[in-house]
T-cell receptor
């Protein structure tokens, strides 16, 4: 069975702080894809990144970076120098090749960046 | 490029009434998904279409929920009769194809409140 755990329900930081959102996943499939989405108060899920199971290179995009570690089944997301506009709920999601192939989401982490 | 469109954005109904939601995917996307997102949780897949055929409806409560995508483009999700526990955000997503590596792009959602 596939499962995504985001243990941090809510995080509150002050602007310009760095913050890391944790994501731990479970799957028995060897080929799978991991995603991060951002859900601002408007409600729309905004795609941030996709990673496949064969690519463990870390990714950096501006203030965002992702650390994928198969050894610990984790795909953590770091925001550097956080801004108020980063306030949102962030979801980690997993989709395996083979099996049900559904996109399975974690429960999300609500990030509040205070000025 | 236009994103996924959904309407209405908000709907309030009384239990046992019926309601319908509409979704228009990104142009050229063959795969369309409907998700249910209950407050405080991640989205859960209800049904997946590939063109006008159903790929996965294993989590759709078929006694009250129905969905169609007759011409392989836009789609309608219906609830009849609604229950209190159907209060949620209904998200539509689309992807170019159906594979697990495909990124799903989400619409703004329809917030349903059942009284």
């Amino acid at each position: 069975a596939q499962k995504v755990t985001q243990a941090q329900t809510e995080i509150s930081v002050v602007e310009k702080e760095d913050v890391t959102l944790d994501c731990v996943y479970e799957t028995r499939d060897t080929t799978y894809y991991l995603f991060w989405y951002k859900q601002p108060p408007s409600g729309e899920l905004v795609f941030l990144i996709r990673r496949n199971s064969f690519d463990e290179q870390n990714e950096i995009s501006g203030r965002y970076s992702w650390n994928f570690q198969k050894s610990t089944s984790s795909f953590n997301f770091t925001i550097t120098a956080s801004q108020v506009v980063d306030s949102a709920v962030y979801f980690c999601a997993l989709r395996s090749q083979g099996g049900s192939e559904k996109l399975v989401f974690g429960k999300g982490t609500k990030l509040t960046v205070n000025p | 490029e236009a994103g996924v469109a959904q309407s209405p954005r908000y709907k309030i109904i009384e239990k046992r009434q019926s309601v319908a939601f509409w979704c228009n995917p990104i142009s050229g996307h063959a795969t369309l998904y409907w998700y249910q997102q209950i407050l405080g949780q991640g989205p859960k897949l209800l049904i997946q279409f590939q063109n006008n055929g159903v790929v996965d409806d294993s989590q759709l409560p078929k006694d009250r929920f129905s969905a169609e995508r007759l011409k392989g483009v836009d789609s309608t999700l219906k609830i009849q009769p609604a229950k209190l526990e159907d209060s949620a955000v209904y998200l539509c997503a689309s992807s170019f194809w159906a594979g697990p590596q495909e990124t799903q792009y989400f619409g703004p959602g329809t917030r349903l409140l059942v009284l």
